[in-house]
């Protein structure tokens, strides 16, 4: 099988889309060497992030003959690359597909992280929510299947946009394997050092934006003692939001805020910290959370998105407006060893259903069902 796959993330972003964009590209290829993988980018950009293709002889990279009108490439120009290559399926990994593919014989799923953009509007401005919906809209019509990566998505692509859930299929993503390793000792004092972390603390992940309601941590901390939360996010203007609140509050002594975090050292400071406060207002997945649990640490997350589907059962969850309840919580989790022990063991257990080769193996399936029904 010959797989195309739009991989502008996967070169281009470190986060989110290019995590997910790298993981399954990996996991595809890794399945069965006699498919063959192209990855269609409008610049090869240097990422060592994709240093695991070399590895692989069954993925080849394609980039548009001419520098020019690489944004025109990607969303139509491609459809001419892609028939002359021989693709059998075409793999949209971030909300869209090229205009006219359904119209020279290639087969196509395209991957739908969330609705963000439709949730909350006004992160986004008039003309990117119209570009944003114009985009999935057309990617949702055109493909043969659509996956959402939380049954939230999904959830939410019915109720929002009116596709057919029998169009749409659930598949979770994983995390990356770094966080199923134990770091060594020398590992994680070499991290502890640089970053002078005090020997236990909250820990709080993801870029530092509204919807992502660190504030909401922030304020409960008020109300636990003796602990530092140390935040490892990009920052935003939202963030002056929350530093106006610490220094109000006379907090500055409990709020670390890391800069410039390797991904090396991400895994060693999950693996120090006491317990992650993930109260986001929104998300597709939250990766995060499974990084979290993947790494040993007790989850505490918000109520009213795909959370409790990424952390489990055994994980905590409290209303996103609740800082009350988000103190009781830390505190009942930091009071009590045998519950931290039993949400770290329950937490992995949890994780291992989000492995790699059973999300490859649900995702080759899914391609095949495709190709079969043509």
Known sequence: MKIGYDAKRAFYNNTGLGNYSRWLIKGIASLNPSNTLYLYTPKAKANPRLNFVGDYPNIHTVTPKSKWFTSWWRSKGIVKDLKLDGIDLYHGLSHELPSDIEQIGIRSVVTVHDLIFIRFPKQFGAVNYRIY???????????????????????DMVKLLGIDPKKIEVIYQGCDPAFTIEQTAAQKSAVKEKYNLPKHFILSVGTIEERKNLLLTVKALKNVDDITLVVVGKETKYTEQVKAYIAANNLNQRVMFLKDVTFAELAAIYQLASVFVYPSRYEGFGIPVLEALNSGVPVIAATGSCLEEAGGPDSLYVNPDDDTSLAEKLNQVLGDDDLRQHMITKGRAYAANFTDDKLSLQLMQLYQNILNHA
């Open 133 to 155: 919906l114009a985009k999935v809209k057309h990617a949702c019509r055109v493909a043969d299947q659509i996956i959402a990566i939380s049954q939230k998505t999904k959830d």
